[in-house]
């Protein structure tokens, strides 16, 4: 897409599947935000048929390649458990970086956009979870011990990549397109 242009696959036969498909995303992500804030967690029984939705369009190849949807659900998970891997080897203990719905949230966006949507995604909700963050931290209302809902912050994430696609990152850090 360059210069206003519309998107290639709005004038395919696909494109209504396409637009539904991008409706329930956004919906199903706004829901597990709220629900995050609320109860602190990303129910399965949401999260789950999310991603296999992801990988179940990608099979046809609605958003990207299947190959790209599978490696994006893995890498989406593995790279937040890793990073809680590793914050736990940190702080010396069994302490819980994420979720298992983070994880799980994380795979499912790499299974609807792929990834090399992934970083863009993180990327946001890495800046987007700190921004919201650091007021509390700074002014003393919240601790490094306690539980942050991390959910709505991947969820702008994956909102971002849906509206901008995969080459948001590039374009945050260097300005390219």
Do not use: H
Request: aromatic residues 8%; contains cysteine; hydrophobic residues 60%.
């Amino acid at each position: 897409m360059t210069g206003g242009a519309l998107p290639e696959w709005l004038g395919t036969a696909a494109a209504p599947v396409r637009l539904v498909a991008e409706a329930c995303f956004l919906a199903v992500l706004a829901a597990l935000s709220v629900i995050d804030f609320r109860i602190r967690r990303l129910p399965d029984r949401v999260v789950l048929p999310t991603l296999w939705a992801g990988l179940v369009l990608n099979a046809a190849g609605a958003f990207t390649t299947p190959a790209q949807a599978v490696l994006g659900a893995a890498a989406g998970y593995l790279s937040l458990w890793l990073l809680a891997a590793l914050y736990g080897l940190r702080a010396g203990r069994e302490v819980a970086a994420f979720g298992g719905g983070d994880l799980k949230l994380a795979a499912a966006i790499g299974a609807w956009f792929g990834l090399d949507a992934l970083p863009a995604a993180l990327l946001v909700a890495f800046v987007a979870g700190s921004c919201a963050a650091l007021p509390g931290l700074l002014s003393g209302r919240l601790r490094l011990d306690r539980s942050v809902p991390f959910g709505p912050a991947l969820a702008l994430g994956g909102a971002a990549v849906l509206f901008a696609g995969p080459s948001l990152a590039g374009i945050l850090l260097v300005g390219a397109r």
